[in-house]
């Protein structure tokens, strides 16, 4: 197997897309509208690439192609990649890279070590300003910033092992991203942070400390939301998440991270028609400084209070009557669903 990161000179080229997908080849990829053949289907793309080496069938689902590409870098995709082009012995650590596939691409803690190595990899949380600086790993080895996708996978997948199995090895570049991770989980353990789980619509309410960002609280203009530790305490199809800002509270809502792929085990999410969502909340908000919108910007959210600049805003609405306005508008779309 040999690996090409993606350019339109392998258009007419059959090649295996792993992660992304791109035209004229064989998809194994989580990424919706893939092809992926249903025996190797799964949540992320590595355990796909995971699932494909181990079959019998491998010959036959590879339909004798060696090329191997993808149209993207993150972490998931580097996993994918690096697990066809080493084959079986990558099986050894298929729970390392599993956890640390879906630290990438999920936002979630499966393992401590898989944060740190998709914090390696690929950086920070997948949403949000944080996320801007590209690959921790990539800028260490080539001695300065990678701009070119391709050249970060060149640099990248003779390291993959190492990262696996020595992490330890690489706590300067993993070190900053994991403290804040794991202020936001303990905000959660102590309960500065919580969650209430309205379960009769699949309703999470989070409300986050302010300490969860620091000394200043929060600043939607510098912050990401922590998804890692929201991922691990939420267990709802919809998020509300809160945070007191300017005598208020910032606000978004969000579907879960995962819910932008095509899962197997994990549940399917429906994306809703939020129109009468939006106008309820917008008639309950006195604050003049904002309004309720929908908001696709990421991959997972739905809804942010944005102030005039387009920024998260300070709404004047109490997280209760955030949570109940949603669970109103749920109630009422499963009723007429019904």
């Not at 079959?55 to 993207?72: E, F, Y």
Request: proline share 4%; glycine share 8%.
């Amino acid at each position: 197997m040999r690996f090409e990161f993606y350019h339109a000179g392998l258009d007419d080229i059959p090649k295996l897309s792993l992660d992304g997908t791109v035209s004229n080849s064989v998809h194994f990829s989580h990424w919706e509208g893939n092809e992926t053949p249903a025996e190797v289907k799964a949540d992320t793309s590595t355990e796909i690439a995971l699932n494909l080496i181990s079959s019998p069938n491998r010959n036959r689902l590879t339909r004798g192609i060696d090329l191997v590409t993808n149209n993207h870098f993150d972490t998931d995709g580097v996993l994918s990649v690096w697990t066809v082009l080493t084959g079986e012995p990558a099986l050894e650590l298929r729970d390392e890279l599993i956890s640390s596939a879906e630290a990438g691409d999920f936002s979630e803690l499966t393992s401590d070590d898989g944060v740190r190595a998709s914090l390696t990899i690929q950086g920070p949380d997948p949403a949000g300003n944080e996320s801007d600086s590209g690959s921790p790993l990539a800028k260490h080895l080539n001695g300065g910033a990678v701009e070119d996708d391709a050249r970060a996978y060149e640099l990248i997948l003779p390291e993959v092992e190492r990262v696996l199995t020595n992490i330890s090895a690489y706590e300067d570049l993993w070190r900053e991203g994991w403290e804040r991770i794991a202020i936001a989980v303990e905000n959660f353990e102590n309960r500065r942070s919580s969650v209430e789980e309205l379960d009769d619509v699949g309703l999470s309410i989070i409300t986050l400390a302010p300490e969860t960002f620091g000394t200043g609280g929060f600043d939607p203009t510098q912050h990401a939301m922590p998804f890692t530790a929201i991922s691990r305490y939420a267990r709802g199809q919809m998020f509300v998440i809160g945070t007191p800002y300017k005598k208020g509270w910032s606000y978004r809502l969000d579907y879960p991270y995962y819910s932008w792929a095509e899962t197997v085990v994990r549940p399917r999410i429906e994306r809703r028609n939020l129109t009468s969502m939006i106008a309820r909340l917008n008639d309950l908000e006195s604050s003049t400084a904002g309004r309720w919108l929908a908001d696709g910007s990421e991959m997972a959210s739905a809804i942010k209070f944005r102030d005039k600049a387009g920024t998260l805003g300070a709404s004047r609405l109490r997280p209760d009557e955030v949570g109940k306005a949603v669970r109103e508008e749920l109630l009422a779309r499963s009723a007429t669903v019904a």
